[in-house]
Every structure is written in C-alpha cells, then in structure tokens.
DNA sequence: CACCAGGCCGTGC
DNA sequence: GCACGGCATGGT
C-alpha cells in the first residue's frame, strides 16, 4: 500500500503553529533566521535545516503502514489522512505555542504567533519577523501580552520566559521526569508538555490527551491506555486526531 | 443568547 | 487523591 505524504497536515494539522499557506497552495514560515518557501516535501531535501526538521531521515511511510496494520480504527484513520510527519521545532517556539494552544483553537493560535512575531520578534524579511526568543520576549509586560489578546495566558508566558532555562535541563531526562520539569511553568499541565515533548524533543511515547482525544479514547477505546498503541504512541495519536477532526465538518479550523 | 476551542489553576472536599 | 468553576478572546 503506497500513501501520499499530506504535507498540509503536517504543517496546519496543529503540531506547529509557523506556517502558513499562501494563495498557490505552497507553504511558507520564517524559521532558522530565513523565510522558507515549500511547494512539496522534495523542496526540503536540500536544505540541512529542513532535513531535520522535517525528519527526513525517519520511514514515516512504514510507520503509518505499521500503525494501519493495528486495528480498524487506525487503519481507517491513517487511509483518511496519508502520511503524516513528527517535526522537529524548536523547543522555545514549541513551548509557547502550546502554552497559547490551551481552551484555544488553531486559527486563533496561528493569529497570537503572528501577533507575538510581529511585536517582538525581528524582520528578517521586508514584512517577515521571526518569533520572538525569550530575551525578545522578555520586553513584554503581562498587561503587553494582554493587549495582544493572549488572555489569562499572559501571566503563563511571563513564566515561561524566566524559565526557559528549563528547556535545556529536559534534554537528558527520561519522558516522565522531563515532563514533570516542565510542568514547572504556570499553564503547562501534562498536555501541553507532552506536546512540547513530541514535537521538538522526538519523544514518540507522548501521548497528549485533549478535548478530541479525549472523545476517541471514549468510544474507541474505552479499555485502552496509550501503552496500546506502542512503540507508536505519539504518531499514533496525530493519525487519531486528525482523523477525527476531519469527522466533525463544522470545527471551523 | 448560548457554547466551544489541541487545558490549567485554585479551591474544596 | 478527584471534582468543579473560572478563565480572555473570538468564532459559530
């Protein structure tokens, strides 16, 4: 069984919030201090940085057959979707991101990043700014972040940024004690950090549960814990959870 | 008007 | 330990 890669879940499915589609259909993000143009995966291969972060080097077609073969459910999930990818992001703009992910939807948190680039990161490009680093960041007030619409997520970002030394100390812990660690920061809870964790840290045994997820589990799986589904626990849940997103035809993202 | 969004915090028991 | 309300904002 040969799937077609679906780069636009990839990038829009909601494991990053940095790219955008443009009126040809192409993609594009301001990351690694440039702004990337992307029309298929092809366009990555030759670039060093996008090699990596695209994680070319990783059969993500055998794995989605892998995760097909499981049970009905994945199978159907997976056929639906095509080939889905784990990005390696950065692991700054992946904790913010997903600190604004909380009671928040895609379009809105794709809103707050430009917002936050356009604020306090830098230009890279005539219109173009990169998302802030955290000593960019660190200008903002709570009432600024406010003002830009964050919400009761404000207080959580000023955390993040006396914090984010955090980000380093994770690298060499195993899963549960780096998800402890970053659940140090106000407005990270097990969710969010287990996002953190999978999509720029490559620990595939996360396993976020959200509101959708959360649903699946319910009716699918209602015996089931995430050990299930290993050693695909992670891209396991992005085929679910994309999958039963695309269920629902009025969630407006 | 209500209810929801890739949840988490603080409080109460 | 678990249940519950509150929370900023914008969309439906």
């Given at each position: 069984?040969?799937?077609?890669?679906?780069?636009?879940?990839?990038?829009?499915?909601?494991?990053?919030?940095?790219?955008?589609?443009?009126?040809?259909?192409?993609?594009?993000?301001?990351?690694?201090?440039?702004?990337?143009?992307?029309?298929?995966?092809?366009?990555?291969?030759?670039?060093?940085?996008?090699?990596?972060?695209?994680?070319?080097?990783?059969?993500y077609a055998k794995a989605a057959e892998d995760i097909a073969g499981k049970d009905?459910?994945?199978?159907?999930?997976?056929?639906?979707?095509?080939?889905?990818?784990?990005?390696?992001?950065?692991?700054?703009?992946?904790?913010?991101?997903?600190?604004?992910?909380?009671?928040?939807?895609?379009?809105?948190?794709?809103?707050?990043?430009?917002?936050?680039?356009?604020?306090?990161?830098?230009?890279?490009?005539?219109?173009?700014?990169?998302?802030?680093?955290?000593?960019?960041?660190?200008?903002?007030?709570?009432?600024?972040?406010?003002?830009?619409?964050?919400?009761?997520?404000?207080?959580?970002?000023?955390?993040?940024?006396?914090?984010?030394?955090?980000?380093?100390?994770?690298?060499?812990?195993?899963?549960?004690?780096?998800?402890?660690?970053?659940?140090?920061?106000?407005?990270?809870?097990?969710?969010?950090?287990?996002?953190?964790?999978?999509?720029?840290?490559?620990?595939?045994?996360?396993?976020?549960?959200?509101?959708?997820?959360?649903?699946?589990?319910?009716?699918?799986?209602?015996?089931?814990?995430?050990?299930?589904?290993?050693?695909?626990?992670?891209?396991?849940?992005?085929?679910?959870?994309?999958?039963?997103?695309?269920?629902?035809?009025?969630?407006?993202?």
């Open positions: 069984m040969m799937m077609e890669e679906n780069l636009r879940e990839t990038l829009l499915g909601g494991q990053t919030f940095s790219w955008r589609e443009e009126d040809d259909s192409s993609f594009s993000a301001v990351l690694n201090e440039k702004v990337y143009h992307l029309r298929s995966l092809e366009d990555a291969a030759s670039d060093s940085f996008l090699r990596s972060y695209f994680d070319l080097d990783y059969d009905e459910v994945l199978s159907q999930a997976v056929r639906s979707t095509g080939v889905i990818r784990l990005l390696k992001q950065d692991h700054w703009i992946a904790m913010i991101s997903f600190i604004l992910s909380q009671n928040n939807n895609i379009k809105r948190i794709m809103g707050l990043y430009d917002r936050l680039s356009h604020a306090y990161g830098h230009e890279v490009e005539p219109g173009r700014f990169s998302f802030p680093t955290a000593e960019e960041l660190s200008k903002a007030t709570e009432d600024d972040l406010r003002s830009l619409g964050t919400g009761f997520r404000a207080p959580f970002i000023i955390d993040a940024v006396n914090k984010a030394e955090i980000l380093e100390e994770v690298e060499s812990l195993p899963f549960d004690l780096a998800l402890q660690a970053l659940q140090r920061v106000k407005g990270i809870g097990p969710k969010v950090a287990s996002c953190i964790l999978i999509f720029s840290y490559q620990r595939r045994e996360g396993f976020p549960l959200d509101v959708w997820m959360k649903k699946v589990m319910r009716e699918y799986y209602p015996d089931k814990d995430p050990s299930y589904f290993h050693p695909y626990e992670a891209l396991s849940q992005q085929y679910l959870f994309s999958w039963i997103r695309s269920q629902d035809r009025f969630s407006g993202n």
